[in-house]
Structure formats: structure tokens, C-alpha cells
């Protein structure tokens, strides 16, 4: 979800997650992170990072919600999203990571 609403992203096709809190970054599929990529607008300068919204992962009920500062690398170099892509086939897959944030 982004601001609470639902972007259908994982739709069709079953994602799964797994937990892993030793990863520093959130993974998910190379199709679903260029969605977020392209939605979230994150500049690269930190420029919008105050205006940015709550990321979140529908999980059945439930939203898990990320402010920026969780979701967000910000460093000297400038922001990026701190979600890399991961293809897993099914049956295992799709699946998403999540890492420190969480």
C-alpha cells in the first residue's frame, strides 16, 4: 500500500514473505520494486524525503507500515530505496524479504 490504499502490485500473483531482521534491506520482486521505484518517486538528492509516503505490505488484515525514515537509505551520497529485487520461481516465490526495517 502507499498512504493506506491498496496498489495491487502482488494481485495475481500470490506473493509469499519471509522474515529475515540479520538482512540490512527489504527484497521483493524485480517486476514489484520497479512499481514501488517508479511510484514512491524517491529522489536521489533527498529532495522530497519529508514529503515521501508510508510505504506498506498487506499481509492478509493487516498493513505493516513503513514511514520513510524505514524504507528510505539516506546517506552522504544522497536517498534510495533501501529495497534491492529478488526472483525466487514458485512455488517458493514470488517472495518478498523483509530485512532491518521490520
Given amino acids: 500500500t502507499i498512504k493506506n490504499k491498496k496498489q495491487g502490485l502482488?494481485?495475481?500473483k500470490h506473493c509469499q514473505v519471509a522474515v529475515d531482521t540479520g538482512t540490512s534491506l527489504m527484497a521483493g520482486?524485480?517486476?514489484i520494486v520497479n512499481a514501488l521505484v517508479d511510484r514512491l518517486?524517491?529522489?536521489s538528492d533527498?529532495?522530497?524525503?519529508?514529503t515521501l509516503p508510508v510505504?506498506?505490505?498487506?499481509?492478509s488484515d493487516h498493513i505493516?507500515?513503513?514511514?520513510?525514515?524505514?524504507?528510505v537509505d539516506r546517506g552522504e551520497d544522497g536517498c534510495s530505496l533501501a529495497l534491492m529485487?529478488?526472483?525466487i520461481p514458485p512455488p517458493k516465490g514470488p517472495l518478498f524479504i523483509?530485512?532491518?526495517p521490520f
Fill in 10 to 12: 502482488c494481485k495475481d
Fill in 29 to 31: 520482486p524485480t517486476d
Fill in 41 to 43: 518517486h524517491v529522489a
Fill in 46 to 50: 533527498c529532495s522530497n524525503f519529508d
Fill in 55 to 59: 510505504l506498506g505490505f498487506q499481509l
Fill in 64 to 71: 505493516l507500515n513503513l514511514r520513510a525514515e524505514e524504507y
Fill in 85 to 87: 529485487t529478488l526472483d
Fill in 98 to 100: 523483509f530485512g532491518d
